[in-house]
């Protein structure tokens, strides 16, 4: 399972019980939680969703909205007896505010945090079954987006098409991963011939709080699901720029020119009570667009 | 109307829909708040509570649960473009958190934002109308109580009783002030004889996280209402002072001894999912005992 789970979709100011920003990517057994509004720990709680699998926390900027209910979920950790090592990965001067909060409260930690500082581009996170990588979008101040792909998975051994082919079982590995077998003739026997490709690797880009800029595409491209934020209609697009956001349209346009296979859209302005508006405007550009809503989970596919 | 409403009654992790401390007292047109848990926002909006009325924040001590809301709650108010000046009463190193908060985030104040720390015991904010005295209590880090007190209230002119007295008008305000008058014979014409006394003056205290302390009886003593923690039910003392907290009947020892017209209890453990006990057990040693109840407010009478 692959997929994510909306914790909030609003923007700086909570309002029609909608949260600021908080996401949990599920891969397998494995939780990342990307961004961390105020009363995120109560939204976990919420949605019933299982926190000591949380092994990485991404947070991609120091506006609060996006990690104000930080301390209080790496302090409640504690008071849950967590022993699991956990890896923060957030703008450097988080450090500095999160030592303060936790030497002047006298915090015990039960486990080991690891604080991962961004910096630039690049992977941040990986193991055999995923890698997170980061890239730089355009806020006012600095701030990050992330990819989160699942590993290329090996080809697989056609087993009919194989057989009487000769190829000793030991090259195997080396078929599944991708290489061509040649003969002690000399003949080669294709890859393609005899594997079958595997599904796919999946991703998902989380892009952050920025204004509309295609620079962005590049680093999303393909992806299999992208959360744009879309803070504002299409008829506030000086508003959006002024204040470093982005609108419904230019949310698509990033989804289109990146080639997204679909398109998430969240980070909703605090003057919009309803939302359909911003589906309707954003599929009239990219189709595949989706609206996300507080507690439903997207499988991405 | 004087009254407490209560946004969050329960110790450090949120649980059964309990949030952490957070209270609004209600004093005529002004509101305090004091601590401000996680989530303290979104409860100011859930209660309906005119959080542009708030003049003076208390915060009692630098654990998260009392505090971790704040930051978002003072970045709210300049969203909501607030102009009038926030009195901050809080711990002191609490200025250095929101200063490096305030700067990374390069937040934009639209209101004046005054910052007082704690130091000992006495007064720390007044008016015509009120005072807050702040007194220490007794907790693993510094902690502070609060009292607040409407101002004695002067004597009222009995009309019927002075008629025919020949005391001068001009006199009046010194009656109500509790002065006898002396005629121009000598004659002492005494206060009582002639004012009726006004409503007495109320008070409310909040005694922040302590353990059990009788030293404490002294700053909060003939209060009409004292809210006091009670974290642990009354089989758990020992945990409660490993832990600088008290029990039900600790609650209700010290409101006993300061002869406190009423008591509230409240910063429950999250290990208790009901609370009734807590009522049944404070209540046999203090009969004029209340749960502090989310969304409740306490009228101080």
């Known amino acids: ?109 039960t486990y080991k945090l690891h604080f991962h500082p961004l910096n630039g581009d690049g992977i941040i996170a990986e193991d055999e079954k995923f890698s997170v990588e980061a890239f730089k979008v355009f806020h006012r101040i600095d701030c990050w987006g992330f990819v989160i792909r699942e590993k290329k998975k090996p080809r697989k051994i056609d087993v009919e098409r194989i057989s009487g082919k000769n190829i000793p079982a030991i090259f ?53 699901l992208l959360y744009h934020e879309a803070t504002f209609l299409k008829d506030q697009e000086e508003r959006a720029a002024s204040r470093f956001h982005s609108t419904t349209i230019q949310a698509a346009k990033i989804a289109q020119t990146a080639n997204a296979k679909r398109l998430l859209i969240g980070h909703f302005s605090s003057k919009y009570e309803t939302l359909d508006e911003f589906l309707t405007e954003t599929s009239e550009v990219f189709p595949q667009t989706q609206l996300a809503i507080e507690g439903v989970t997207y499988i991405i596919k």
């Open 1 to 109: 399972m692959f997929g994510v789970t909306i914790l909030g979709n609003n923007s700086a100011l909570p309002a029609y019980d909608r949260h600021p920003t908080a996401q949990i990517v599920t891969l397998n057994e494995q939780l990342f939680l990307i961004d961390c509004g105020e009363g995120t720990q109560m939204q976990l709680t919420r949605y019933k969703i299982r926190r000591s699998k949380i092994s990485h926390i991404f947070i991609s900027h120091m506006h609060g909205d996006h990690y104000f209910g930080l301390a209080g979920l790496l302090t409640s950790f504690s008071l849950m007896s967590r022993e699991q090592d956990l890896h923060l990965h957030a703008p450097a001067p988080l450090k500095q505010i999160l030592d303060l909060q936790f030497s002047t409260a006298d915090t015990r930690f």
């Open 172 to 224: 195997y590995d080396r078929l599944k991963n991708g290489e061509d077998y040649v003969t002690k003739t000399g003949e080669i026997i294709s890859n393609e011939s005899v594997t079958i490709a595997n599904t796919p690797s999946r991703s998902y880009a989380f892009s952050g709080d920025t204004i509309y800029n295609e620079a962005i595409c590049k680093n999303v491209k393909d992806v299999t």
